[in-house]
């Protein structure tokens, strides 16, 4: 009975900033690690961001020095802070933990837009 929820997606222009939350329910999420990911419009589903369960980030080269991802145990919540949007940014965006990333399980995802 796992529920993550996406919210946060937006319009933005290009420079612009938003910030992701996704709240997660029905799993023990302080030993989960957490991940972003998008998926354009044709295109396939890529990592974002990933954060591990003491705290360590990773990020996808595209993103790296504009993202960051944090967590928030006691709200059972995860965080993706993004400033400097580019056009390119424009995708659906999607929290999951790993097991269900390896079943192939998604959210609702929150859809940001980029424009020029």
């Known amino acids: 009975q796992v529920q993550l929820v996406e919210s946060g997606g937006g319009l933005v222009q290009a420079g612009g900033s938003l910030r992701l939350s996704c709240v997660a329910s029905?799993?023990?999420?302080?030993?989960?690690?957490m991940g972003w990911y998008r998926q354009a419009p044709g295109k396939q589903r890529e990592m974002v961001a990933t954060?591990?369960?003491?705290?360590?980030?990773n990020y996808a080269d595209s993103v790296k020095g504009r993202f960051t991802m944090s967590r928030d145990n006691g709200k059972n919540t995860v965080y993706l802070q993004m400033n400097n949007l580019k056009p390119e940014d424009t995708a659906v965006y999607y929290c999951?933990?790993?097991?269900?990333?390896?079943?192939?399980?998604w959210g609702q995802g929150t859809q940001v837009t980029v424009s020029s």
């Open positions: 999951n933990t790993e097991l269900r990333l390896l079943l192939q399980a």
């Open positions: 029905g799993i023990t999420f302080s030993m989960n690690t």
């Open positions: 954060i591990n369960s003491g705290g360590s980030t």
